[in-house]
């Protein structure tokens, strides 16, 4: 069997079974779907509680604070290279050392 047949051979087969509801179907039933299931525009995706964009909320937080502490360590880096070096001021090197500390 190739793989068109394998394919017309499953399509056949998933229009043979029944709808969980014996009812027709109402005729605006597939734009209602799809409006509710349409990505947010705008502000209100934001508010957003659909897991799939709540997780790439914490994929794009993680990402922009693991560069936030890259960038952090690259000046702790480059403030030790060296002795005596004026690179950072003090405060602000116990400052950029305070925050990568719990990392």
């Given at each position: 069997m190739?793989?068109?047949?394998?394919?017309?051979?499953?399509?056949?087969?998933?229009?043979?079974?029944?709808?969980?509801?014996?009812?027709?179907?109402?005729?605006?039933?597939?734009?209602?779907?799809?409006?509710?299931?349409?990505?947010?525009?705008?502000?209100?995706?934001?508010?957003?509680?659909?897991?799939?964009?709540?997780?790439?909320?914490?994929?794009?937080?993680?990402m922009?604070?693991?560069?936030?502490?890259?960038?952090?360590?690259?000046?702790?880096?480059?403030?030790?290279?060296?002795?005596?070096?004026?690179f950072?001021?003090?405060?602000?090197?116990?400052?950029?050392?305070?925050?990568?500390?719990?990392?």
């Amino acid at each position: 069997m190739t793989l068109a047949q394998n394919v017309e051979f499953r399509d056949a087969d998933v229009a043979r079974r029944e709808l969980p509801n014996p009812l027709p179907r109402p005729p605006d039933e597939l734009a209602r779907l799809e409006a509710a299931w349409a990505p947010p525009k705008g502000l209100s995706f934001i508010t957003e509680v659909n897991n799939i964009y709540v997780g790439l909320f914490y994929i794009g937080t993680a990402m922009m604070f693991a560069a936030l502490g890259g960038i952090l360590s690259v000046l702790m880096r480059s403030q030790l290279a060296f002795p005596d070096n004026d690179f950072l001021e003090l405060s602000t090197y116990n400052q950029v050392f305070t925050c990568t500390a719990p990392c």
